[in-house]
């Protein structure tokens, strides 16, 4: 609940980390780790032969690394889970589900680890603790008596293991389903389609080496000094080299302008180092017109002074479709471009001169500030387009750069992690294994909460994650999920999943990243970052109880629970030993030759990228220009359009605190961020309730009683939390193509609370 007296406003920061960031990250490990457990997970994580940190997936440094490489951000993500308060039974005896289910998501997370398998029986008021045999049991008599494996959906969040994941989808396929949704769906989707069509390959095509070389650094969409912490550090480093930045954000985010190096004397001073030279304050969704604009401004550069501009050779080369584009740019008027964008011409010229001026070393980094929107395809094709104008890509200091989320959510659908795998990967682990992989495609996240919805699916299974919390429309998916027979979960802490379930409910707690799996130093398991580098994580913490198991175990134990002695595939034999999973894994995916031999290399290994060597695995074998028309999001006169966004203490849907810091926003998550001169017009006086409606078609969304903040953003524009704001974004509302929630483009207004 909102308390109107608490909430503290100041000026947003100007730069980012530096000592507050330390403090930050001392207070919340020592708080929940206590200063022994706590200080050892710092020292281990992002260490080679240590574990991966749990948060996001900015790659490690392949060589020097700091002697603590990790972040505030990192540390608020192993302090909760290396806490060791637990969820046990005595917990779950104390507190009804409808108890816990009135608690916020922040109280969830501090009630600590989940320490036993846990059953919530059809009728009842209490979660009970069950032996892992018969938790077992119960799900494969629940999937053995569906009368199609397509009625039971396996989702999948970005934090699970290579291991674990490729076992997971195996699982899942010998079973009879393509049904494998995942976090990846409402995340980079867009990205991992705009690019797969635009240059054949579905993963960014940089190392962190070329952002060190580049002339030019593009960061849309982002928000790094919140998400990607250690990414700062690159941009420092870049700076210092004569790299220039530019940042492209509604939101003027600390993180961009200005970073103070936690580890540095210079930070302890006072003093940050600038990052963005130039800050344009796009419209929300108004991407696709900018980076039409500054084609523009290359093409008029170009047409006066030919051959100085674009990469003539390359385009004539590489690509396919360039003139079509030249003639689309062309027409396309300035003054369009400018309201779309809502950014004035002069300051795309600036940029375009900018680009122009450099060796065209460009690189483009992104996040959900490109993803989430209903055109977001066809916006990161005109990201492309420019890259291929200059023949940015594949060449060092150039490329694309989608900033991954979870740490191994790349790696997941390296795993095979997807509803619609390409036949040539079924093939090979059918071929491998003695499966027979459905070929039927799956259902993405939207399509398997439809599904859920219709009735049509009655088991839902998570590999992780909250998927109430994180799917659009939490009224409409919380009604799909209580419309299955069973929902079960494997996870660490408890979420508001668990409390909005099937007829029947599953908890499988799991181990942690950073625990010890296994007798001895333990096993280790693989991960993939956001640049392809694939690398070992070795868990050195006690385990938080004695009754979990690794998410690995539980896949096995399921599987040969669910196949009996029929299957071909010797379960629990590859989860003795994980090397066996990963000689498996290597003869079925590319790239993963001698994996277990690459895996244990200090630094990890790369993957194979075509687009990174200028081979083009698209149809035509080219690089292809995008023509989409250039569309914006349009409200209704009047209203506003709302993104929305995380703050500085929560993991997606794991709420640290309720401060973000940066944004000069304190002890309150109620709130909508809105500009002051909106608000003006709609009467409404800073850090009163409100209640904010979304539309969609005939459809209205409510959320009642937020904060309404003034925050300097262009005009017609609000921002709120993820996970609370997700009541307002429609169900059907989705990316074209790739099917991504649009959370990042919600029409809606707002109007004063009734007094209470
Ligand atoms: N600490 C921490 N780290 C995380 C996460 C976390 O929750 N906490 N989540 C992880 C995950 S799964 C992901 S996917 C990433 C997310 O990382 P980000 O994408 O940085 O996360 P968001 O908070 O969604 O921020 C979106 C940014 O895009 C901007 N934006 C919104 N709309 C537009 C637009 O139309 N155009 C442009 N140019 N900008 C726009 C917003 O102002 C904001 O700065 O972070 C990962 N890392
Ligand atoms: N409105 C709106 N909605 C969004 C977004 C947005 O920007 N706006 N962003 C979207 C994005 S980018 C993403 S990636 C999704 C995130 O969607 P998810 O990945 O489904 O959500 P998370 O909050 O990351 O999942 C947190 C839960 O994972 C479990 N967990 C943590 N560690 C482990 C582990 O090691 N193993 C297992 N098995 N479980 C573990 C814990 O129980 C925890 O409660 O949300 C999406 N939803
Ligand atoms: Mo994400």
């Known amino acids: 609940m909102i308390d109107e007296e608490k909430l503290k406003q100041s000026a947003p920061k100007t730069w980012a980390a530096g000592i507050p960031a330390v403090v930050s990250s001392l207070n919340h490990i020592f708080r929940e780790s206590g200063p022994f457990r706590g200080t050892r997970g710092l020292m281990e994580m992002n260490q080679a032969g240590g574990f991966d940190c749990p948060s996001c997936a900015w790659p490690d440094p392949d060589d020097h690394r700091s002697v603590a490489e990790f972040c505030e951000n990192g540390a608020k993500a192993l302090a909760s889970e290396s806490t060791r308060k637990l969820a046990d039974p005595r917990f779950f005896a104390k507190y009804s589900v409808a108890e816990l289910a009135e608690q ?97 390959v579905g993963k960014g095509t940089v190392s962190l080496e070329d952002l060190l070389e580049a002339d030019v650094i593009l960061c849309v969409g982002q928000n790094p000094g919140t998400n990607h912490p250690r990414m700062l550090t690159t941009l420092e480093a870049a700076v210092k080299k004569g790299t220039k930045i530019v940042a492209i954000n509604p939101l003027k985010e600390a993180g961009l302008i200005g970073f103070a190096h936690p580890q540095h004397v210079s930070a302890m001073l006072g003093r940050s180092t600038p990052l963005a030279s130039q800050f344009l304050r796009v419209k929300i969704n108004g991407d696709l017109a900018l980076f039409r604009g500054i084609a523009k401004v290359l093409f008029e550069a170009e047409a006066k002074s030919p051959g100085s501009v674009l990469d003539q050779a390359f385009i004539s080369e590489h690509t396919a479709d360039a003139l079509s584009y030249r003639s689309l740019v062309e027409e396309t008027p300035w003054s369009q471009i400018v309201e779309r964008s809502g950014v004035p011409e002069e300051e795309i010229r600036t940029l375009g001169e900018t680009l122009r001026r450099g060796s065209k070393r460009l690189i483009t980094c992104w996040a959900m500030g490109l993803t989430q929107h209903r055109n977001s395809v066809a916006t990161i094709r005109e990201v492309i387009n420019v890259h291929l104008l200059l023949g940015a890509i594949g060449k060092p200091g150039a490329g694309l750069c989608p900033v991954r989320g979870h740490s191994n959510v790349q790696g997941d659908r390296t795993m095979g992690i997807f509803e619609k795998m390409p036949e ?199 690089a292809s220009f995008s023509l989409a028309p250039m569309d914006a999001f349009e409200c209704a006169p009047g209203r506003l359009i709302l993104q929305t966004i995380r703050s500085h203490d929560q993991f997606n849907t794991t709420i640290y605190g309720a401060n973000d810091r940066y944004r000069g926003i304190g002890n309150a998550r109620q709130v909508i961020l809105v500009n002051p001169d909106d608000l ?54 989705q990316a074209e193509g790739s099917g991504t929630p649009t959370s990042k483009s919600i029409e809606i207004d707002i109007a004063h609370s009734e007094p209470v």
Request: proline share 5%; with cysteine.
């Open 104 to 200: 916020s998501d922040l109280w969830h997370d501090r009630q600590g680890r989940i320490s036993h398998p846990m059953l919530l029986r059809e009728g009842a008021s209490h979660y009970e603790p069950v032996s892992w045999e018969d938790a077992f049991q119960i799900i494969a008599s629940h999937l053995q008596a569906l009368d199609s494996p397509d009625r039971a959906i396996f989702y999948t969040s970005g934090r699970a293991s290579n291991e674990a994941a490729f076992l997971y989808q195996l699982f899942v396929r010998s079973y009879g389903t393509n049904n494998l949704p995942d976090c990846s769906n409402m995340c980079h989707e867009s990205s991992g389609l705009a690019m797969k069509d635009a240059v054949g």
């Open 424 to 622: 040539s990967f079924l093939a090979a682990l059918d071929r491998k294994t003695g499966i027979r992989s459905p070929r039927k495609h799956g259902y993405d996240t939207v399509a398997s909460i439809l599904a859920m919805h219709r009735g049509e699916a009655k088991v839902f299974f998570a590999l992780g994650g909250n998927f109430l919390q994180a799917s659009p429309d939490t009224e409409f998916t919380g009604q799909a999920l209580r419309n299955c027979d069973l929902t079960c979960h494997i996870s660490t802490k408890l979420n508001r999943s668990h409390l909005v379930t099937g007829k029947t409910a599953l908890i499988l707690p799991c181990l942690g990243r950073s625990e010890r799996d296994g007798t001895g130093d333990g096993q280790f398991v693989t991960c993939e970052n956001s640049m392809g580098v694939v690398q070992m994580s070795r868990g050195i913490l006690s385990p938080a109880s004695r009754d979990l198991l690794s998410e690995v175990e539980i896949i096995a134990r399921l599987a040969e629970a669910v196949h009996g002695e029929k299957s071909p595939v010797l379960w629990r034999w590859l989860a003795e030993d994980y090397d066996r999973i990963r000689s498996v894994i290597e003869c079925v995916i590319p790239g993963f030759e001698n994996y277990n031999d690459r895996a244990t290399d200090p630094g990890g290994f790369y993957l194979p990228n075509s687009a990174k060597s200028r081979v083009w695995e698209t149809p035509n074998g080219k």
């Open 680 to 733: 003006l017009e709609r009467g409404i006086k800073p850090g009163t309730p409100v209640d904010i409606t979304s539309f969609w078609g005939e459809q209205r969304r409510v959320l009642k009683r937020f904060l309404a903040i003034p925050y300097e953003m262009p005009r017609g524009s609000a921002a709120a939390y993820f996970p609370e704001a997700n009541v307002l974004v429609p169900v059907e509302s």
